[in-house]
């Protein structure tokens, strides 16, 4: 069965810190990775990752994808406190138009 | 303007009540999906509709119906509501009804309280 598993659960920094999220997956014919920033609402979507090693970059936020490995990491430097969500990575398939996510990590960013 | 919008954001009900959630996307979107959130947070896919036609149809009990009456709209009736219907509920659109190309625009979910 196809999985998507985000490490760490959760997770507490200061101001300032610089912060790494796994998330890895096991799908069959995988297809495209993506990340989601969900606040107090709908989760919004930041990246979108099809090919191996070619990292993606908005503002502080960077993303890198291993297709060899499975697993793609989403970087936050210099976090703020309106970085605080919980940030959801989502696998497809070419076989089926389902999204499959991981359960999210809780970044919470203190002043 | 909002792109995706679901109505209502609370709905508290009691058991074996029916009552329908409503979503509209003014995003020119092809497909529509209907998400169920519980409380670890696990986002799951229930639903997705192309151009009114159901193409995914999740592990979801009968009492769940999907209505598409235009591609802009597609509704979900909850019929003999039970406590474990309880979640936040996420109306999405996009593009293409392969979400690999095309990321999702999410609603403002439904929080639905079954009591």
């Known amino acids: 069965e196809d999985k998507v598993v985000q490490s760490p659960l959760s997770l507490v920094v200061h101001e300032g810190d610089t912060v790494t999220l796994n998330c890895s997956y096991e799908v069959t014919n995988f297809r495209s990775l993506l990340w989601y920033k969900q606040e107090k609402k709908a989760p919004t979507f930041l990246f979108m990752l099809t090919s191996s090693g070619i990292e993606k970059k908005s503002g502080r936020l960077s993303s890198i994808l291993d297709k060899k490995e499975l697993f793609s990491i989403l970087n936050i430097t210099a976090t703020q406190t309106g970085d605080s969500a919980i940030y959801l990575c989502?696998?497809?398939?070419?076989?089926?138009?389902?999204?499959?996510f991981g359960t999210g990590t809780r970044l919470q960013v203190f002043p | 303007d909002t792109a995706v919008s679901q109505t209502p954001k609370y709905l508290v009900t009691q058991m074996g009540n029916d009552k329908s959630i409503k979503c509209e996307q003014n995003l020119g979107h092809d497909t529509m999906y209907w998400y169920k959130q519980d409380s670890k947070k696990f986002l799951k896919i229930m639903f997705s509709?192309?151009?009114?036609?159901?193409?995914i149809n999740e592990t979801v009990p009968n009492r769940f119906s999907p209505k598409s009456p235009d591609k802009a709209h597609l509704n979900l009736h909850i019929n003999s509501l039970e406590l474990g219907d309880s979640a936040v509920y996420f109306c999405a659109s996009s593009h293409e009804p392969g979400q690999g190309y095309s990321p999702l625009h999410f609603g403002n979910g439904t929080r639905l309280t079954v009591t």
């Open positions: 509709y192309n151009n009114k036609e159901l193409i």
């Open positions: 989502a696998s497809t398939s070419y076989n089926t138009d389902k999204l499959i």
